[in-house]
């Protein structure tokens, strides 16, 4: 299956989008999006802001849902467990390079009146 939104020359371009349902009486839709499997290698998913030419590129926004009345969603990166013969995936977290001025900052920040913790092993 193939979406694509119309490309223009002289405007912005043409915007694409997926939605889930809305519940007024119980939960919400659920959204996945995933890739195939393979008999060598699963596909990939990937998720790329756009180029601007003469301005800012897009940008890429994962934020979990608001709890009106409790919690907030959970969000989380992670890779899949190896399998028989092999590593688990990395997760790499960066920002490009700059030709003027600073590159992007990371940042891992929790809410207030909590402590971040970061586990690495080696």
């Known amino acids: 299956m193939s979406l694509v939104a119309g490309d223009s020359s002289a405007i912005d371009g043409g915007a694409a989008s ?3 349902g809305s519940s007024s009486g ?3 839709g659920d959204l996945s999006l995933s890739s195939g499997s393979g008999a060598v290698s699963g596909g990939s998913v990937e998720l ?8 800012l590129g897009g940008e890429i926004t994962i934020t979990s849902g608001r709890g009106v009345d409790t919690s907030s969603g959970l969000v989380s990166l992670s890779s899949e467990d ?8 990395s997760l790499s977290l960066s920002t490009g390079t700059a030709t003027v001025g600073d590159s992007g900052s990371v940042t891992l920040a929790s809410g207030p009146l909590r402590r971040v913790q970061v586990e690495a092993w080696c």
């Open 18 to 20: 997926f939605n889930a």
């Open 82 to 89: 190896a399998g028989t013969s092999g590593v688990s995936g």
């Open 26 to 28: 119980g939960d919400g």
């Open 48 to 55: 790329i802001g756009g180029e601007g030419s003469s301005s």
